[in-house]
């Protein structure tokens, strides 16, 4: 089935350098790649997607890159803030057995954005 | 818009007892989804709907688990004779017609077994 590992597993940096969480997934099937983040006893708030048909997407501050040759997607984070500060998961759409829509999650990565 | 609500917020028990928890999704979202988040791990899939069917469960989702959503809007989620295993946060989602795979999620309910 489908597996998606996410890395680093802690980030830290200095307010205003850049961040980049990067994920692999192993289903070639997968077509949907969203990534969340989750702050502190909240649920998981999506902040950007991408989808199979489109290489690279753009939010302000954050974007997400895909490779499906290498079936790997990153996201990027410049210019980070303080309120940055949060644990990131990335995720892709499980087409095993049929399924339609649920999401495979990588474990996440604790982003810690030093003032 | 108003967001996915779930309660309670907070739930602790003892092993043993039968817990229910309910999930409001967003007005209209026909899809509505159960997740299961433990310490330090991505949300983990457990159920799905489409209005008022249920159409996929995960391996998770064992025989004392039990989820409805009997008129197509809010969708309650039981855990049976509760074990401390089940100690989690249980996470609803929910996606539009036309936008399936794109699930937004509610706050979820911390479940504690003593």
């Known amino acids: 089935g489908e597996n998606v590992e996410q890395h680093p597993s802690t980030l830290s940096v200095q307010e205003g350098d850049s961040a980049v969480i990067k994920c692999t997934y192993s289903?070639?099937?997968?077509?949907?790649f969203p990534w969340y983040k989750q702050e502190l006893g909240k649920g998981p708030q999506l902040i950007i997607d991408?989808?199979?048909?489109?290489g690279e997407k753009k939010d302000q501050r954050i974007a997400v890159t895909l490779n499906k040759t290498a079936k790997h997607f990153s996201l990027h984070i410049t210019e980070t803030q303080p309120e940055d500060s949060a644990v990131y998961f990335c995720?892709?759409?499980?087409?095993?057995?049929?399924?339609?829509?649920?999401?495979?999650f990588g474990k996440g990565t604790k982003l810690s954005v030093k003032p | 818009d108003t967001g996915v609500s779930q309660n309670p917020r907070h739930k602790i028990t003892k092993r043993g007892q039968n817990v229910t928890f309910r999930c409001d999704p967003i007005s209209e979202h026909n899809r509505l989804y159960w997740y299961r988040q433990t310490l330090g791990q991505g949300p983990e899939f457990l159920t799905y709907?489409?209005?008022?069917?249920?159409?996929?469960k995960s391996r998770l989702l064992s025989d004392r688990f039990s989820a409805e959503r009997p008129k197509g809007s809010f969708s309650t989620l039981e855990i049976q004779r509760t074990e401390q295993g089940d100690s989690a946060m249980y996470l609803c989602a929910s996606s539009r017609r036309g936008e399936q795979e794109t699930q937004y999620f509610g706050p979820g309910t911390r479940l504690l077994v003593l």
């Open positions: 709907f489409q209005n008022e069917a249920q159409l996929e």
């Open positions: 289903d070639s099937a997968s077509n949907y």
């Open positions: 995720a892709a759409s499980s087409k095993e057995g049929g399924s339609q829509g649920n999401l495979i």
């Open positions: 991408i989808r199979s048909n489109v």
